[in-house]
């Protein structure tokens, strides 16, 4: 379904994120505010799905 990918570099050496490293807009995940907000940007991304390539 999808095409695309994002590769994030980072200077090293890895470190797992920890709970403050997310913005403060951003919902906790597994919430219904996370779920709407995923709704949201799909849509808003569907138009793109459909446009002419090349």
């Given at each position: 379904?999808?095409?695309?990918?994002?590769?994030?570099?980072k200077p090293?050496?890895?470190?797992?994120?920890?709970?403050?490293?997310?913005v403060?807009?951003a919902?906790r995940?597994?919430?219904?505010?996370?779920?709407?907000?995923l709704?949201?940007?799909e849509a808003l991304?569907?138009?793109?799905?459909?446009?002419?390539?090349g």
């Open positions: 379904m999808f095409d695309s990918a994002l590769f994030e570099v090293g050496p890895f470190r797992p994120l920890a709970e403050d490293d997310f403060p807009w919902p995940d597994d919430t219904s505010e996370a779920s709407e907000l709704r949201r940007w991304a569907a138009p793109l799905a459909t446009a002419p390539r």
